[in-house]
């Protein structure tokens, strides 16, 4: 039985590219009849293979992406500037203006430690904090 790799030639299997940890299927081809119906199949199952490999970490990817945009989402900010003490209404409303504009300042706003936010807020929004 001799292994042939997804380009046609033949190899030990040891050379094969991996792709996210995962070796491709070699094809495995024996001499008799119906190898090319063999051979066929062995390809088309490992095509599929690799499309549902690729699928379920596109899918995961997605994922991942999308719990990181709700992490940082404008409804996310304002709970957390609802949360704060002392957010004067000059100072919220500006904040909110920040939110809308850049994502940036949502991803830094939830980020910062909550003793931070207020006076970050104030900095960005002009205002001078009182004593």
Request: with cysteine; proline share 3%; glycine share 6%.
């Amino acid at each position: 039985m001799a292994y042939v790799d997804e380009d046609g030639t033949s190899g030990s299997g040891e050379d094969l590219n991996m792709l996210d940890g995962h070796k491709p299927h070699p094809v495995v081809v024996s001499s008799g009849s119906g190898d090319r119906k063999r051979s066929g199949k062995a390809t088309v199952d490992a095509i599929v293979d690799a499309m549902m490999e690729i699928a379920s970490a596109s899918k995961m990817r997605a994922s991942v992406i999308l719990k990181n945009e709700e992490r940082f989402s404008i409804s996310k900010c304002i709970k957390v500037l609802d949360e704060l003490q002392r957010v004067d209404e000059r100072v919220y409303f500006c904040a909110l203006d920040l939110f809308e504009n850049s994502s940036s300042a949502c991803e830094i706003f939830v980020s910062l430690k909550g003793d931070k936010r207020l006076p970050w807020l104030q900095s960005k929004c002009g205002v001078i904090p009182s004593s």
